[in-house]
């Protein structure tokens, strides 16, 4: 089974600044998906950007960017000229692309926390 | 707003009662997911299903069982409750099972006191 690991249950970045939010996961498949979904206090689970295993270029979605580094498993989420809106739960998660296994595997999640 | 749609939003319930959980998918999806969101156990899928039939099973209770109907609307049906079933419930849909991004709808708050 599939494991997601987020080690920083908590973050703060000043307002402007760049902050990078950690995940480590683990599978013995080679081909999936990876995402970052951010929980506000509405909490609505909301999409920030997804990542497909066989492609090697980051994902760049705005002012949030990704690091995903295959071999080592590992799969990072920067944000940049961070805003007071940025203020969330932020999920890792990983989706297998196997039939029958498209359900989303979610990390603990890390509370981002943005200072003005 | 993802488009889908949950009710309630909050649902307060005693030990041992039964509760429906409702879920609208957004318009042409045909896959929904129920994920349970608890402060121990985090994030956690239960069981999804496509075009009414079940497709896949998570972590999901024998106390605990849904469906998907013809109009594609699910159902969480949760009996015996317990105190360890107090979690927020989200419902999401995307178009085939095999479709990358889902939208979620806002969950139901569930307290079983």
């Known amino acids: 089974a599939q494991t997601v690991t987020q080690s920083q249950p908590e973050m703060s970045v000043q307002e402007a600044e760049t902050v990078t939010l950690s995940c480590t996961y683990d599978t013995s498949e080679s081909d999936y998906y990876l995402f970052w979904y951010k929980q506000p206090p509405s909490r609505q689970m909301i999409l920030v950007i997804r990542?497909?295993?066989?492609?090697?270029q980051n994902a760049t979605e705005n002012r949030f960017s990704v690091n995903f580094q295959k071999a080592a498993k590992s799969f990072s989420l920067k944000i940049s000229d961070s805003q007071l809106g940025d203020a969330a739960m932020y999920f890792c998660?990983?989706?297998?692309?196997?039939?029958?296994?498209?359900?989303?595997?979610f990390g603990k999640g890390t509370k981002l926390s943005v200072i003005p | 707003d993802s488009g889908v749609t949950q009710t309630p939003k909050h649902l307060i319930t005693a030990t041992g009662q039964r509760v429906t959980l409702r879920c609208s998918p957004r318009s042409g999806d045909l896959s929904v997911y129920w994920y349970q969101q608890s402060l121990d156990q985090g994030l956690q899928f239960l069981i999804q299903?496509?075009?009414?039939?079940?497709?896949a099973k998570g972590n999901i209770l024998e106390r605990f069982s849904a469906q998907q109907f013809p109009d594609l609307h699910s159902e969480l049906n949760l009996s015996s409750l317990e105190l360890g079933d107090s979690a927020l419930y989200f419902c999401?849909?995307?178009?085939?099972?095999?479709?990358?991004?889902?939208?979620f709808g806002q969950g139901t708050r569930l307290t079983v006191v």
């Open positions: 998660a990983y989706r297998s692309r196997m039939a029958g296994s498209y359900q989303l595997t």
């Open positions: 299903y496509y075009n009414g039939e079940e497709r």
């Open positions: 990542q497909e295993a066989y492609k090697q």
């Open positions: 999401a849909s995307s178009v085939g099972p095999q479709n990358t991004e889902a939208f």
